[in-house]
Structure formats: structure tokens, C-alpha cells
């Protein structure tokens, strides 16, 4: 069971409980390969590949629009059930403007934020953490302090994360020639004079965390919105990371490899096809400070950040409205009409509104919207990337050959991006038996490429893959793997390529439409997180807050 569900019956906390728990676990971690595998022949794991509705979500590309069986009007809709979508609702439901609805396609709100289940554990499909937040961002703190997830503040005014949301020792290791070492910044046999690279490297980064601009705001913030306007720094999106620092003369590979990996993990692309901006972001974005937790402390659950758009829709159940595709959304004399197709009845309902938050990615809007109201040319310069993840069962995991056990488990020089042990925030987390959530962003061919490539790829040939990947750092992974699910995301996540995030295609496409249609979404950031979905349904919520409010005082 995880932590969250038994802190209230144990008298340790939970940080001194696992603590003492890795006492006992260190001598674990040296248990050799023969004392925790089978002598049997291997298996094949069961499982099979996870469906995502993408098929019922294709419709629209082939141009069906469903005629309504019925018209009901609806001062409010939502299109979208993912973060930014129901960051949107719960902040007009938290303002008592409670008459809307969500729509969304898939059985289950969440969007990239979704979770699956078996007997051993809650695991994510997609995103699984969030770092703690940078105290300038009061609205998403104030969030988090309603789901106690910051249960206070301390003299100082910094917050106090809830240690059983807090990642906890081990959070990372790596495995580099023939080593686990701990943390994922090479440097188990790595060269003197490319540690001094990555040293600079990071200098470099502590420097553009202190930095602002003439206009006082800081270089690099979360959201981006409120980063500084500079020309100077803003001038840095027109550049490829990659060039950016061969412009240094930073070359080696063992800070490249990491860099790039960095790419992959938050964007789903590479040094070349990511911009020097969106690649500092990454590191120089992030400044917060809490009472108990390092500045880079991570909040993560078995269900990663389910957890959260749980927090988010549970006031909200009877406004969602699942299994829902969005036909078309166009402007009816002074209303918004959208055309509901039910998935599962084949009933297409009209919903007449006032106002309409598309809480959408581009790629779909194009579809939505009619011609007159987007410019198709503006939403083609979205890039998405594609990925794959699994989630793998596993039982007798060895540990050996360095650090035990993480959170984050990478590979030095793999494709994947390794994986993330799903169970590490049980209070039993030394069983026998973990799920192992493992992440794979298609980068190696351009985007619409990989895309088809994937849906052509059989579940054994993606089987096969994973444990060839996974083999060289655990030998016998045949042997411990009972389970593995994969699902594969079209669409992952936003790329934010040279240009794009400062380009005048994402801010043309961020603007509302005839003052009743509104945008919220992650890619209308150019960076696919958390706190950004969070912003842009706030942002949308608020527009539509002050309409009402100005209506009401008319």
C-alpha cells in the first residue's frame, strides 16, 4: 500500500521510517545475482499493448461531424479533460461559477496525467512527478496547501511539502560503464577534463538562475509568461541547444549524452531539435525554496500525477463528461455551438454557450475550428513529440554493481529514457515484487514518421526491445519480468524547436476568438509541464471570471 493510505496508523514519520528501513535494505542491495533469480528457463511475460482512443479520436481527421439528436444550451463548456482543461474547471468551481461542463474523449480525465493499476501498485502512463514550486508561483501553492500536499509554513514563510508526496532516498542513479552510480550527471569513470565541462556547465546554469532582465523579471521563470522580455534572452529560442553549446566549445560526450537525455526527458527531443531557451529552461527555471525539502526536491506518487488530477476533479465529478468527442466548435449568431459525439452510445448532442475554453492541442483544434477562425498555417508549426512507455512487473529484482534501487533508474547511452520504480513510495517498498514504469521518446526519426512507424509495431516487438534495452544493466531480466503494458502516445508532448516558443505561429494561436472561445494548453507554452497546464487553465478561467463579472456590473 503507499504511503499516503497508512502515515495515520504508524507512529514514525514517514521519512524516519525509511530511513531506518535503508539500513536494512543496504545489505539487500549486496544479496548476489544467484540468490535472487530462478534457475527456470525464461518466460514470456503476459500483458498487451494499452488502448488510448485514439481510433474514436481519429474521426475528425476523416471529417465526421455527427448530426445532434438534440440542442441544450450550457452558459460554460470545457473541451479537454486534461490538467489544463480541469485546472480551468476547478478554479470557476472554487469562484462559484459552477455551471459548465468537461468534455473528454478518453474513458478517464487526466489527459497525459493518467494512471493504471495491478495488484502490486498504482503506476503512471505518462507524467509522474512535480517538482516543488518556485515560491513566486502563489496560485499553484495555494493549490497544493488545499490538498495538503504543503501542510504549512514555517517562520520564514516557506512552505512545508508533506513528506509522504516527497521523493525519498534513493531518488537517482545511473548506469555507466558496467556501474549504477548515484545521480544521474555522469561521473562514475568519467575523465577529469570533461568533468570540468560539466562543471562549467553548471556554473553557467547557477549564474542564469540569479539573473533578470532591465525589466526586472527573471531570465527564466515558471510559467513562462512571466520570464523576462528581453530581446537579449528571449534571442535564445532562435538557437538549437546543440549549437548553443558547441558555440562554448563544450564538446564532451559525456555532458552532451546528459544534456541530451535532459531534452528527452522534459520534451521528448533532442540537443538539435530543441531550443537553446527551452534548453536552459530546463535547469535555470527552478529556484524554490521550502522549510524541509532541497531546492531540487520532487513530489511524486505511485500513480504520478493522477494523484494530482485526482486533487483536482474530485469536487468536479458531475461536470466531467468522459467518452466524449468533439466534433466540430463554431460560432452560431452570438453563441458558441459544440457537437458531443458519445463514443459508447453514438448519440451527438449540441451544446449551445456562451463561452468555450478549448483545453485542446493545436493538432485537434485545427480540426474543430472552421476555417475562418484559425489559421491553419499558424497551428502546422506545432510539433508533437511521440512516445512509448510500459509498465513493467517484475519480481526478484537483482541489485547489485553500486547503487541500489531508485526512484529514477537511467541507462548511459540507451534510447529509453530507463525507469521509474513506481512502487517507491510504499512504506513496504523492499517486497519482492515492483512495477517499473519505463519511458521511450521517438527521436530518431522526425515526428510524423515515428508516429506511423509505432502503430505499425507489434506488442512483441516492442517486448523485445524493452528487455534488450534493460539487459545489459540487469543480465537476467528475462527471468524477473511476469508483466509488461504498453501504450504509445501519438502526441506526447509539445516540441519546443528553435523559434517556436518566442514565434509569432504559438502567440497568434494563443489568441481568443470573437471574445468567447479561449485557448488552454500546454503546447501554447511550448513546454509540456505541470505548472504551465496549471497557468493556461487558470488564464482561461479568469477571462471568462471577468466577463461575468463585468456582465454582472452592466
Aim: charged share 20%; net charge negative; with cysteine.
Amino acid at each position: 500500500m503507499s504511503g499516503r493510505d497508512t502515515h495515520t496508523c504508524n507512529s514514525l514519520s514517514r521519512r524516519d521510517f525509511i530511513k531506518r528501513s535503508l539500513l536494512t535494505a543496504s545489505a539487500l542491495s549486496l544479496v548476489p545475482l544467484a540468490s535472487t533469480t530462478s534457475c527456470s528457463q525464461p518466460h514470456a511475460p503476459t500483458g498487451g499493448m494499452v488502448n488510448d482512443n485514439s481510433g474514436t479520436g481519429h474521426l475528425i481527421r476523416q471529417g465526421f461531424k455527427g448530426k445532434p439528436a438534440k440542442v441544450v444550451d450550457l452558459p460554460v463548456a470545457i473541451v479537454g479533460g486534461g490538467v489544463s482543461g480541469l485546472s480551468a474547471a476547478w478554479h470557476l468551481n472554487k469562484h462559484k461559477l459552477s455551471d459548465f461542463l468537461v468534455f473528454d474523449l478518453a474513458a478517464k480525465e487526466g489527459g497525459n496525467a493518467v494512471s493504471g493499476s495491478n495488484t502490486i501498485s498504482s503506476f503512471p502512463w505518462a507524467a509522474h512527478y512535480l517538482p516543488i514550486v518556485n515560491n513566486s508561483n502563489t496560485g499553484l501553492i495555494r493549490f497544493l496547501e488545499q490538498q495538503n500536499i504543503i501542510t504549512g509554513f514555517d517562520e520564514a514563510g516557506l512552505p512545508i511539502y508533506n513528506d509522504y508526496y516527497l521523493c525519498f532516498d534513493p531518488e537517482e542513479r545511473l548506469f555507466i560503464n558496467g556501474h549504477w552510480q548515484d545521480g544521474l550527471v555522469p561521473s562514475f569513470g568519467v575523465p577529469e577534463q570533461e568533468k570540468e565541462q560539466i562543471a562549467a556547465f553548471f556554473k553557467l546554469v547557477e549564474d542564469y538562475k540569479h539573473k533578470t532582465g532591465s525589466d526586472g523579471k527573471p531570465v527564466f521563470e515558471i510559467p513562462i509568461s512571466q520570464s523576462s522580455q528581453d530581446t537579449e534572452f528571449r534571442d535564445l529560442d532562435k538557437q538549437s541547444f546543440h549549437d548553443f553549446l558547441l558555440a562554448k566549445t563544450w564538446d564532451s560526450p559525456y555532458l552532451l549524452w546528459y544534456l541530451n537525455y535532459c531534452c528527452k526527458d522534459d520534451y521528448g527531443s533532442t540537443l538539435q531539435d530543441t531550443s537553446a531557451y527551452a534548453g536552459l529552461h530546463y535547469f535555470c527555471a527552478r529556484r524554490a525554496k521550502a522549510a524541509n525539502a532541497e531546492s531540487s526536491a520532487v513530489l511524486t506518487w505511485p500513480e504520478g500525477n493522477a494523484f494530482l488530477v485526482n486533487s483536482l476533479s474530485k469536487e468536479l465529478k458531475s461536470k466531467i463528461r468522459t467518452n466524449q468527442l468533439i466534433t466540430s466548435v463554431n460560432l452560431v449568431n452570438d453563441k458558441v455551438e459544440i457537437v458531443a459525439y458519445h463514443a459508447l452510445t453514438q448519440e451527438c448532442i449540441a451544446y449551445r454557450c456562451e463561452q468555450v475554453i478549448l483545453a485542446t492541442p493545436q493538432y485537434i483544434n485545427r480540426y474543430l475550428l472552421p476555417p475562418e477562425l484559425h489559421d491553419s498555417s499558424a497551428l502546422q508549426a506545432f510539433e508533437y513529440s511521440p512516445w512509448m512507455v510500459a509498465n513493467i512487473t517484475v519480481t526478484g529484482l537483482t541489485q547489485y554493481k553500486g547503487e541500489p534501487l531508485s526512484w529514477d533508474n537511467v541507462l548511459y547511452h540507451s534510447k529509453s529514457l530507463g525507469y521509474v520504480n513506481a512502487c517507491h513510495q510504499h512504506l513496504n517498498r523492499y517486497e519482492d515484487s515492483y512495477v517499473l514504469t519505463y519511458y521511450l521518446p521517438l527521436t530518431d526519426l522526425p515526428s510524423k514518421q515515428a508516429r506511423h512507424a509505432i502503430m505499425e509495431k507489434p506488442y512483441e516487438s516492442w517486448v523485445q526491445e524493452i528487455l534488450a534495452d534493460l539487459r545489459p544493466a540487469h543480465p537476467n531480466i528475462e527471468r524477473m519480468v511476469t508483466n509488461i503494458d504498453v501504450r504509445l502516445w501519438g502526441h506526447g508532448m509539445i516540441k519546443p524547436k528553435p523559434g517556436f516558443i518566442f514565434g509569432k505561429e504559438k502567440e497568434q494561436a494563443a489568441e481568443p476568438l470573437a471574445g468567447k472561445i479561449y485557448k488552454a494548453h500546454t503546447d501554447l507554452a511550448g513546454i509540456s509541464i505541470f505548472e504551465e497546464a496549471f497557468a493556461q487553465g487558470i488564464g482561461a478561467a479568469n477571462a471568462i471570471l471577468k466577463l461575468h463579472a463585468e456582465t454582472a456590473g452592466a
